[in-house]
């Protein structure tokens, strides 16, 4: 009787490891494609948060930054090669530093950002503003 018992519990293990081992292989096969796909004139609007914790320089006391963006960009042209024209608007840009925020000159400006077709910046145009000195 008690060979039987181990024989259920082995048989039981070696069933649910098998199982497992099938969800697991399947699992490992699963792949997933984060490349965009880019159409002309669609337009795509984003929302950026860089949070920084630093220490401020003139009391040593900790202070946190945070900078947000909120952009649109646009598919100006997809080329015959597979390269990509983007526009991207700045709609509004804000610096915060331990609560009190600001707003960042960067209103309303535009960039050109051409990527290849694995996309890589290929050129990029920031013009001459402040965004320009940023970047």
Do not use: W
């Amino acid at each position: 009787m008690a060979n039987h018992v181990y024989r259920t519990k082995l048989t039981t293990l070696i069933v649910a490891g098998t199982f497992l081992a099938i969800i697991a292989a399947a699992h490992a096969d699963d792949t997933f494609n984060l490349k965009r796909i880019y159409k002309t004139g669609e337009s795509d609007r984003y929302r950026t948060t860089i949070t920084i914790d630093t220490t401020d320089p003139s009391d040593g006391k900790a202070a946190k930054v945070v900078f947000t963006i909120a952009t649109t960009d646009e598919t100006k042209e997809i080329k015959f090669d597979g390269s990509v024209l983007l526009s991207m608007k700045i709609d509004s840009a804000t610096i915060g530093v331990n609560g009190a925020e600001q707003p960042v000159p960067l209103n309303n400006t535009s960039f050109a950002t051409t990527l290849d077709k694995s996309g890589k910046i290929i050129k990029q145009d920031l013009g001459e503003g402040l965004a320009a000195q940023i970047c």
